[in-house]
């Protein structure tokens, strides 16, 4: 497969075979798993991925790619979805679902919170990411790293950084290094926010301006009152509450 790289779809291809044979070690597929790879490309992960799985199904928006794809790919062992992943519905593949991909670092946000909607369908996610968001996605309370992103993510899912990649390891070489996280949905009794769009309202607030303490940046949802009922140091900026601290303010306000 050629194909000339599109800078709108953020596309850079992983070459490294090294690499390569890492990420399907550690994603692991046996033989019935229902694995989707989002941004196929050239078929870098998707040539393993294949020789492991008696199907695999792959989304893709480039339709020059998607053509290549079903030159190269029986449909019998390869379903392809040519569409834009930020749209797609993961709910309609089924349950137990195993999502792969090297995510285009100018939607990896966007996407993220697009496939924590379908958490219930998931059983577990690899995917390749710039470092920097990755460094956010397990960012610990009282680190830089530690956001809006880290709280949103890790209510839904356990996180783990598995490792990192070079630049020189695609083509063509991004300007930043990437990393493999694995992401597997917590059980849903342990998810306590009665209104998880409250839940998301706060935590947003409380991070719009990161530098001023909660009573500043929650102001318009807590009184000094409401802090001593739960608990909470009005005093303190928005990356030195957990989770679940989060999740108590939410769980109070409703």
């Known amino acids: 497969m050629r194909h000339n790289p599109r800078k709108r779809f953020g596309q850079n291809f992983l070459v490294d075979q090294h690499?390569?044979?890492?990420?399907?070690?550690?994603?692991?597929?046996?033989?019935?798993?229902?694995?989707?790879?989002?941004?196929?490309?050239?078929?870098?992960?998707?040539?393993?991925?294949?020789?492991?799985?008696?199907?695999?199904?792959?989304?893709?928006?480039d339709r020059d790619i998607v053509s290549q794809l079903n030159?190269?790919?029986?449909?019998?062992?390869?379903?392809?979805h040519a569409a834009d992943a930020l749209k797609f519905d993961f709910s309609a593949l089924g349950s137990k679902l195993r999502i792969v991909g090297n995510l285009p670092y100018n939607i990896s946000t966007p996407l993220l919170f697009h496939l924590s909607q379908f958490a219930e369908h998931i059983l577990d996610?690899?995917?390749?990411?710039?470092?920097?968001?990755?460094?956010?996605?397990?960012?610990?309370?009282?680190?830089?790293?530690?956001?809006?992103?880290?709280?949103?993510?890790?209510?839904?899912?356990?996180?783990?950084?598995?490792?990192?990649?070079?630049?020189?390891?695609?083509?063509?070489?991004?300007?930043?290094?990437?990393?493999?996280?694995?992401?597997?949905?917590?059980?849903?009794?342990?998810?306590?926010?009665?209104?998880?769009?409250?839940?998301?309202?706060?935590?947003?607030?409380a991070f719009s301006q990161r530098r001023k303490t909660l009573r500043n940046t929650l102001q318009q949802h807590l009184t000094a009152s409401d802090f001593s009922a739960l608990?909470?140091?009005?005093?303190?900026?928005?990356?030195?509450?957990?989770?679940e601290e989060f999740a108590a303010i939410a769980n109070f306000l409703s």
């Open 19 to 61: 690499i390569i044979a890492q990420i399907v070690a550690e994603i692991y597929p046996q033989k019935s798993d229902r694995i989707i790879e989002i941004g196929p490309g050239l078929g870098a992960l998707t040539r393993p991925l294949l020789q492991a799985l008696d199907h695999l199904h792959v989304i893709e928006i």
């Open 71 to 80: 030159q190269v790919f029986a449909q019998e062992e390869l379903t392809i």
């Open 125 to 205: 996610m690899h995917f390749m990411l710039q470092k920097e968001v990755v460094d956010r996605m397990v960012g610990s309370p009282a680190t830089a790293d530690y956001g809006r992103l880290s709280v949103m993510l890790q209510y839904r899912f356990d996180m783990e950084y598995v490792f990192s990649v070079p630049a020189e390891s695609f083509r063509p070489i991004p300007k930043v290094e990437s990393a493999i996280v694995r992401m597997t949905p917590r059980d849903s009794s342990a998810r306590i926010v009665k209104n998880e769009a409250l839940f998301s309202q706060i935590v947003t607030a």
């Open 231 to 243: 608990g909470i140091d009005s005093g303190l900026r928005a990356e030195n509450l957990s989770v």
